[in-house]
């Protein structure tokens, strides 16, 4: 018997690990989130290296200290077998902020009351949720 159908096998895989390695890439973060109080005790500990600040947003994305990350290691992330070729670092935390204001001028109590904090602060362009969808329906499209 000689079949002339099309195998459809072979296609799906393919698409599912395009969809699987792609978001490792422009997926979510999978940080997890933390409260302004939480982060300034961290931040007072010593435990934060870096800050990004987001103002569209109203969140902030929080780098550990590498003495910190060893200490609090997750384990789902360590045995991630993609970690090799993230294209970008990700955030260990993410916080929440009310009033940007507010939450700076804490930021900088904070640092003022212990100077020898080496904590520092950006800021950046949070996603366009359209951007995101757009790009969603690139990638679709280019599967399909």
Known sequence: MNNKGFNWFFPIIIIALLLFVGSNFLGGDGAKSMDEDAFFREMQAGKVQNIIIYKDTERADVFLTKAAKTATVDKSKE??????????????????????????????????????????????????????????????????
């Open 79 to 144: 045995n991630d077998p993609l970690a090799a070729f993230s294209v970008a670092p990700k955030a260990d935390f993410t916080v929440k902020y009310g009033d940007l204001q507010l939450f700076l001028q804490k930021f900088d109590q904070v640092k003022a009351a212990n100077p020898a904090l080496a904590t520092t602060k950006d800021y950046g362009t949070g996603k366009n949720p359209m951007m995101e969808f757009l790009v969603q329906a690139l990638i679709w499209i280019t599967i399909l």
